[in-house]
């Protein structure tokens, strides 16, 4: 990512519509992935994506400026330019209930596949994100996902067709599916067996003795063991999850809401979060440590000035919950913040503000499920 920051002074000290580091960046970033998945849009003397890119920025500086007429990136323009589509904070909410969806893919051969396993024909959708990063959905739309994938089981909101590890028991792994109009829990797995799919002969040998090619009723524990002895996806990727922190309690009196900051692990798995990254429990810890002994401000959408504060925290942990006596299918941070701003307050009573999102820098590292 080349320095921007130039560019930025150069065009606020001239331009009544300000822009920032960040929206250069995501113009940028919209660039890279345009000159890659649209060769077609490219004009014949450009040479790189690098190349591509930087002539995307440019070309929406003098869209804010005035000097062009709006093609791109109008969700990014400053809020104060006439021909801003920049989300609204009930939008952004919007786009924190799709992570919690899950089923959020990088590229949108991933969403149709998952589409059609769905039984959506391989229609897709996308969502784009503040920073220019494009989420794909299976289904036409939001509401067509949702309408076929969310249900209701004993007081549980679910996901359907999406298998999960359990903690204890005779089987290894749960999934709910749709069954003669009503929802139905089918365990399956083995908890004492390695899934060795990665080894053609083991993955030959038990779909050949399970007959996995007869095996097509999702009602039934063996399509999901043969499911999980397909060659391509792995396991993690079959049950990971998409889990955002939601405010579970309000206290009016004394402004205060509570509610997981952030989740990390889900009955033993890894939590992915939108950038497609695991935190590892023992970093979340430090984290947090190094969090309420020097910060604990909090911002709206991690912008402008501070509008309420940590006053209770608690990382949650195996080894920790054990050690205390607390039993949790989770590991994360649980977090009690006090809200100062009335404007904020009224929007999180009103059920518009309904998460906590956790922002910071970390050194990224490769992980082997």
């Known amino acids: 990512m080349p320095n921007l920051s130039a560019k930025v002074t150069a ?61 791109h990136d109008k969700d990014l323009l400053p809020s104060s330019h006439a021909s801003s589509t920049k989300k609204s904070d009930v ?47 299976p289904g036409k739309s939001h509401a067509e996902y949702h309408s076929l994938t969310k249900a209701e089981y004993q007081g549980e909101q679910v996901t359907l067709n999406k298998p999960r590890r359990i903690q204890g028991g005779n089987k290894k792994f749960e999934v709910f599916v749709q069954s ?25 040998n038990f779909r050949a003795r399970h007959n996995c090619d007869t095996k097509k ?15 391509g996806t792995s396991v993690s990727d079959l049950t990971k999850t998409n889990i955002e922190g939601q405010i579970l309690k309000a206290d009016d009196e004394q402004r205060l809401v509570y509610g997981w900051a952030s989740v990390v692990t889900e009955k033993g798995e890894p939590v992915v979060d939108r950038q497609g990254d695991v935190i590892e429990p023992e970093t979340l810890v430090k984290a947090v440590n190094s969090f309420m002994e020097n910060i604990r401000v909090g911002k709206e959408m991690h ?23 607390i039993q949790s299918d989770r590991e994360g941070w649980i977090v009690a913040f006090k809200v100062y701003d009335d404007n904020v307050w009224a929007r999180v009573k009103s059920g518009e503000l309904a998460a906590f999102s956790i922002g910071g820098r970390a050194i990224k590292e490769s992980y082997d499920a």
């Open 11 to 71: 065009h606020n000290a001239k331009s009544k519509h300000k822009v920032t580091t960040s929206m250069l960046q995501a113009v940028y970033r919209r660039g890279i992935g345009a000159y890659k998945t649209n060769p077609g849009s490219v004009r014949p003397n450009v040479s790189s994506p690098q190349q591509w890119a930087m002539a995307r920025v440019n070309s929406f500086l003098r869209i804010v400026s005035g000097s062009k007429s709006p093609k």
């Open 91 to 137: 939008e952004k909410a919007e786009m924190e209930k799709v992570d919690a969806d899950g089923d959020v893919f990088d590229t949108e051969a991933e969403a149709k596949a998952r589409s059609v396993e769905l039984g959506l024909k391989g229609a897709t959708h996308s969502h784009v994100y503040e920073d220019g990063k494009v989420g794909y959905m």
């Open 180 to 204: 003669g109009g009503k929802v139905k829990r089918v365990t399956f797995g083995d908890p004492n067996m390695e899934i060795r799919r990665d080894d053609p002969k083991a993955r030959a």
């Open 217 to 231: 009723d999702k009602t039934t524990a063996g399509y999901w063991s043969c499911r999980m002895w397909e060659g």
């Open 303 to 325: 912008k402008g000035d501070q509008i309420g504060a940590v006053i209770h925290s608690m990382p949650v942990t195996k080894e920790i919950g054990e050690s205390l006596g």
